[in-house]
């Protein structure tokens, strides 16, 4: 009976220092796991409003910079298209300054001559007002046609009004003086008389 006693005492003892043993390691496990977990504290209303203030400013320098990047895309496109209009239209105050200059040829081959040294002269200026029209036209400066078209205030401008049976209604019966144009730029309108 000791015996059964003792192994008794000798089964509990086994018992006891498994149960021991597996407390043991269960309290290793829950402070390993409380040394993994982060305990956050709630956050405080002043760091709140730190954060929206610094999204604000970040939003609002977003913002900005857009604007700012959007105006030197402008800036960019209307720098570009100045310098293309520049570059089309460069004749044109050289135009404007030889009109003028090209009127009086015209009026001084419009004169009666009898005298064949003056008629050889005539010659000489038409020439002369050929080779400058066909530099106006290389440079893309062109007359604009008037008689017999119809008027259009975009290429022509009517200083006078009158009624013909042989035109219609709003033909150009009459030029007074050429006009001029650039490409598509008008650069003097012709001057013209119009049928009612």
Avoid at 157 to 175: L, P, R, W
Wanted: proline share 2%; net charge negative; no cysteine.
């Amino acid at each position: 009976m000791d015996e059964t006693k003792v192994t008794s005492e000798k089964a509990h003892d086994t018992e006891e220092e498994t149960v021991t043993s597996t407390q043991e390691e269960i309290l290793e496990e829950v402070e390993t796991v409380e040394g993994d977990v982060e305990v956050t504290e709630p956050e405080s209303d002043a760091s709140t409003l730190q954060i929206a203030e610094l999204e604000a400013k970040l939003e609002e320098s977003d913002s900005r910079y857009l604007r700012l990047y959007a105006d030197f895309e402008n800036f960019r496109r209307r720098t570009q298209l100045e310098r293309e209009a520049g570059e089309k239209y460069r004749a044109q105050n050289l135009v404007t300054n030889l009109l003028p200059a090209i009127d009086n040829f015209e009026r001084a081959m419009q004169v009666e001559l009898d005298n064949e040294q003056a008629k050889s002269l005539l010659t000489g200026v038409e020439m002369v007002y050929r080779g400058i029209i066909d530099a106006l036209k290389q440079e893309g400066a062109e007359q604009i046609k008037a008689e017999g078209e119809e008027f259009d205030p975009n290429l022509h401008q009517a200083v006078m009004q009158t009624e013909e049976e042989q035109y219609g209604s709003n033909i150009v019966v009459e030029e007074f003086q050429k006009g001029y144009k650039l490409k598509d730029r008008v650069i003097r309108p012709a001057m013209v008389k119009v049928n009612k």
